[in-house]
């Protein structure tokens, strides 16, 4: 089989699909894998090919109104010569990654999306994906919000989908493509792979084409991380690598964690950087760490909520406190809080007095430690690219 795996190079969107792509490269299939160059390293070492992606599309419906950079249809056209050359069975691209998904179309292969976090299409009954709502607890909840949707969901910002889909179908009418009335152009109606955890999913109903997998877990491999000494609990704070440029949740977390009987590694995560301010004797701040070895032995993951520090350290069975900071991580955190793995503290009102009271909680009530344990034995008996691979495989057949 042949594979184009497409994705943007953000670090969440993209190691799913590197994980994806390993996994099928290592089931024997000819894989080439399209993303921005500064990965290009990664994805050789890992066994693939390697294609540089167009960096900036001018698509003002996805906040790409850059007159500077190619539209969407010159980006399509610039790419079908590789899509010929390499002649795909299916096209797998993330959600943001729409010149590949089209190109798909163009040269006639299957078309699959992975998304790395979530399902974020609205169900009626369900809080307006990505607002960082629980799911309701009653009937007449769910039938609140299935009668504000007409009114506000779509005019969210980040739910705009009339404004995408007209951007689309004239894109697609430029492509010589038939218009999608229906359909966001964003995810496959052929196969879609939800790359999370079942128990962070609310209630709904299922599309046959939808299949949540599981995380797609992927690590670049880094150098042995000494913990600090002694035999308290392990707190993990890893700062996003995206959101996240002045540090503030790595300073709060210190300050709040400074007097408290537990060990705490920071993680910058900043490949080179050092940290300016003070740290406090049980603590150690690191630009990097490797989280499959610092979060099995962890009692305690502090983070933004970005889906793959999230994912990886309930696979690891540590409960999660997520303070957000944009995009989807609200979500995610909801999500965290409603399976009862951990607990969300909102960016306004996060402060050492806040974060040291949610992880005193977490620490103590046993309660958020068995429901991450859970999650994780589960993940040890669901490998999400492996399965990821084999619904792309049966896809192609």
Same mark, same amino acid.
Not at 91 to 98: G, P
Not at 163 to 192: F, H, K, M, N, W
Not at 365 to 375: C, L, N, V
């Given at each position: ?37 500064? =990965? ?59 010149? /590949? ?31 960082? !709502? ?10 609140? =919000?299935?009668?504000? =949707? ?137 630009? =990097? ?6 979060? /099995? ?93 084999? !619904? ?6």
């Amino acid at each position: 089989m042949r594979v184009v795996v497409a994705a943007i190079g953000w670090t969440g969107h993209a190691y799913p699909a590197f994980a994806l792509a390993g996994a099928l490269h290592a089931r024997g299939h000819a894989v080439l894998v399209e993303t921005f160059e500064r =990965w290009r390293e990664v994805v050789e070492d890992l066994g693939p090919r390697f294609e540089p992606a167009i960096e900036r599309i001018s698509f003002a419906g996805l906040g790409g109104d850059a007159p500077d950079a190619p539209t969407l249809a010159e980006a399509t056209r610039e790419l079908e010569p590789l899509l010929r050359e390499f002649d795909p069975d299916v096209v797998v691209t993330d959600m943001f990654t729409l010149a /590949p998904a089209l190109g798909a179309e163009r040269v006639g292969a299957h078309r699959a999306t992975l998304i790395p976090h979530p399902y974020p299409v609205h169900e009626p009954g369900l809080p307006f994906y990505p607002l960082g !709502l629980r799911a309701p607890r009653t009937s007449l909840g769910a039938l609140a =919000w299935r009668a504000l =949707w007409p009114a506000v969901g779509t005019r969210l910002p980040n739910n705009n989908l009339r404004r995408v889909r007209a951007e689309i179908d004239a894109t697609r009418a430029e492509l010589g493509l038939e218009p999608l009335a229906d359909y966001d152009g964003q995810i496959s109606d052929e196969l879609a792979i939800v790359a999370t955890f079942p128990q962070l999913e609310y209630p709904r109903r299922w599309p046959a084409h939808v299949r949540v997998t599981g995380p797609m877990l992927f690590e670049r491999e880094f150098t042995d991380v000494e913990l600090p000494a002694g035999e308290d609990p392990l707190v993990l704070v890893a700062s996003s690598t995206e959101r996240d440029p002045e540090l503030e949740l790595a300073g709060v977390a210190l300050e709040a964690l400074a007097g408290e009987p537990v060990r705490v590694v920071v993680a910058i995560n900043r490949p080179g950087a050092r940290w300016a301010g003070p740290v406090p004797p049980n603590a150690v701040v690191r630009d =990097w760490v490797s989280y499959s070895q610092v979060m /099995p032995p962890a009692s305690l993951v502090v983070c933004h909520g970005g889906h793959g520090t999230t994912a990886r350290a309930l696979a690891a069975g540590a409960p999660v406190l997520v303070s957000p900071r944009a995009g989807d991580m609200a979500e995610n955190g909801a999500r965290v809080a409603w399976s009862g793995a951990g607990l969300m503290v909102p960016e306004r009102l996060l402060g050492p007095a806040t974060l040291r009271a949610a992880a005193r909680r977490l620490l103590d009530e046993p309660r958020f430690a068995a429901r991450a344990g859970a999650i994780a034995a589960w993940s040890r008996d669901y490998d999400g690219a492996q399965r990821g691979a084999e !619904l792309v495989e049966t896809l192609a057949r």
